[in-house]
T-cell receptor, first 111, second 116 residues
Framework: AQSVTQPDIHITVSEGASLELRCNYS??????LFWYVQSPGQGLQLLLK??????LVQGIKGFEAEFKRSQSSFNLRKPSVHWSDAAEYFC?????????FGAGTRLTVKP | DADVTQTPRNRITKTGKRIMLECSQT?????MYWYRQDPGLGLQLIYY???????NKGEISDGYSVSRQAQAKFSLSLESAIPNQTALYFC???????????????FGEGSRLTVL
């Protein structure tokens, strides 16, 4: 069965610093991979997704993620974090009826 | 206006009470879902529906039931609420497979339920 691990529960970075959020997955076939962001009091919003093709995918708000099949990873990156990026980030794997979410990584941004 | 609307946004109830959470959408999507979010556990799928006549159990359906009243409406019921059902509940929609948004879920803002 598919599963997703986000090893970091909470990360704090300074505004302007780079960011990498880790995601490892287990899936029996070529996975569909997603990153969602949840701002306080809001639902989840899709940042980016990988289905096939180029393993480096670009998303909204300046985020990107790289699919590495050999490492079963799909890490999210941003070169320069803004205070408005403070939120909870969820990695997900699967399809419409078998989507699995990670436990989430909470991002705090220091001024 | 939100494309996926959940009501109520917050609800406090007592053990044993029946609770219904409602979800309506204006996105025109056939597929609708109910998820539960608990701290440290991410989101877990309760039920999903691919069209009005299709209802499927997810990972954690025990203690819950759903009704798909129309393409745009999908309700979640707790027949007899218990304290460990205290959680944040999300409704989501998605388009059918094959389009540009394949696999993407569109979420409501959530319904926070507290069972005392």
């Amino acid at each position: 069965a598919q599963s997703v691990t986000q090893p970091d529960i909470h990360i704090t970075v300074s505004e302007g610093a780079s960011l990498e959020l880790r995601c490892n997955y287990s899936y029996g076939a070529t996975p569909y991979l997603f990153w969602y962001v949840q701002s306080p009091g809001q639902g989840l919003q899709l940042l980016l997704k990988y289905f096939s093709g180029d393993t480096l995918v670009q998303g909204i708000k300046g985020f990107e993620a790289e699919f590495k099949r050999s490492q079963s990873s799909f890490n999210l990156r941003k070169p320069s974090v803004h205070w408005s990026d403070a939120a909870e980030y969820f990695c997900a794997v699967g399809g419409n009826n078998d989507m699995r979410f990670g436990a989430g990584t909470r991002l705090t941004v220091k001024p | 206006d939100a494309d996926v609307t959940q009501t109520p946004r917050n609800r406090i109830t007592k053990t044993g009470k029946r609770i219904m959470l409602e979800c309506s959408q204006t996105k025109g999507h056939d597929r609708m879902y109910w998820y539960r979010q608990d701290p440290g556990l991410g989101l877990q799928l309760i039920y999903y529906s691919f069209d009005v006549k299709d209802i499927n159990k997810g990972e954690i359906s025990d203690g819950y039931s759903v009704s798909r009243q129309a393409q745009a409406k999908f309700s979640l019921s707790l027949e007899s609420a218990i304290p460990n059902q205290t959680a944040l509940y999300f409704c989501a929609t998605s388009p059918a497979s094959g389009g540009a948004n394949t696999g993407e879920l569109f979420f409501g803002e959530g319904s926070r339920l507290t069972v005392l």
